[in-house]
């Protein structure tokens, strides 16, 4: 038992950076691992592959979709595009960090000697940051960012464009016009639309809360075939123990009826977190109460979200909430410890676990 909560230990002082982060609200899923490479495509790479979840291709010289892999080089000319419940990020050879969303589609333009090194999206969402002192461009089918260091956003749909900025300056535009976006700016033009329109962004952080890291909080297992719900969900399982959460979403083809309901739509909001589908995981997580509104997986979720979303206060009466409706759950031990860390209580933080690892001692999120 020592070595486990040394372990632990010292996973908690891991966690309660990752604390820190989302505090800060910068919660990320980058990891920036980045061996020896041979026989790279291109030298030197314009940029690298730092993160993959899920489904991404990449495209290059016109030949077949081709799956990419972690820390894979990148080219001028290459394309990329992110499948659904899928996201990316990539590291410029400037430092530059570029996050891809679901269904976006990007390509590394050619560079031009002596000139700003340019990305098309054609489709799809982008969270940039960049502190370069050289220039930036991103071009998109309606609208342009030239940028000057900053953080910003650009979304490309079928008939739009926007770019959302929050800290720094870009100067948005197309053939109609421009508009210089500032800290909390937003321009958007559509096809055919002219110029761009600027807009105050309300809520700048929902833009890109595909970009938040949460973490897993639930060892899900199998246990052995039983109703035809059980056997998808079991599928499903396996597939998420394989480590690929898309494949194991995608066979979770249909929400079951009766009392296996709420327990499913927990199960596969916790999935949709895991991939950064807030927009998805919080109407599965409300259906899941309102179907049972004593489910203590759905309110340890909804601490995970708290903390992560900064809510120090609420994070801790949901994971309390989430212990109170069931003590013998490692998972809501372990959404307490997170929100316990949060608000930097290590000590407490440290007891959370030790009674996960008591309650599920083969648990690999409890050690």
């Not at 010292?10 to 982060?21: I, K």
Request: net charge neutral.
């Amino acid at each position: 038992m020592a070595c486990v909560l040394r372990r632990r230990w010292n996973a908690l002082v891991a966690h309660a950076h990752v604390g820190r982060m989302a505090a800060a609200g910068a919660a990320l899923w980058l990891v920036f691992t980045v061996p020896a490479h041979a026989q790279e495509p291109c030298a030197p790479a314009l940029a690298r592959v730092v993160s993959v979840q899920g489904t991404i291709e990449l495209r290059r010289s016109g030949a077949a979709w081709t799956a990419v892999q972690l820390n894979a080089a990148l080219c001028s000319g290459d394309t990329l595009r992110v499948h659904p419940r899928s996201r990316a990020a990539l590291l410029l050879s400037n430092e530059t960090t570029l996050r891809l969303d679901q269904g976006t589609t990007l390509t590394l333009a050619p560079p031009d000697p002596g000139k700003a090194t340019t990305l098309e999206q054609t489709s799809g969402g982008m969270n940039v940051i960049t502190r370069t002192p050289r220039a930036f461009n991103v071009k998109t089918p309606f609208i342009n960012a030239n940028v000057e260091g900053t953080e910003f956003s650009v979304r490309v749909t079928d008939t739009t464009a926007t770019v959302a900025v929050y800290e720094g300056v870009v100067l948005a535009v197309n053939a109609s016009g421009s508009e210089t976006l500032r800290s909390g700016e937003e321009a958007t033009a559509t096809q055919g639309g002219g110029a761009p329109r600027k807009e105050i962004v309300i809520r700048p952080a929902d833009t890109v809360a595909w970009t938040l890291y949460f973490p897993a909080v639930f060892d899900h297992r199998l246990t052995g075939p039983g109703s035809s719900a059980d056997a998808t969900r079991e599928r499903s399982i396996a597939l998420y123990r394989a480590g690929q959460v898309t494949d194991a979403l995608a066979a979770l083809d249909k929400v079951p009826e009766g009392p296996a309901r709420a327990a499913f739509l927990t199960y596969r909001a916790g999935l949709l977190l895991l991939v950064g589908r807030l927009d998805e995981a919080k109407p599965d997580i409300e259906e899941a109460l309102r179907a049972d509104p004593r489910n203590s997986d759905a309110h340890a979720l909804l601490a995970v979200v708290a903390v992560v979303e900064n809510d120090k206060d609420k994070a801790r009466e949901l994971a309390r909430r989430a212990v109170e409706l069931d003590p013998a759950s490692p998972g809501a031990r372990i959404a307490l410890s997170y929100a316990q860390q949060a608000r930097f209580d290590i000590e407490q933080a440290l007891a959370s676990v030790v009674e996960a690892v008591r309650l599920a001692p083969s648990s690999a999120l409890a050690q």
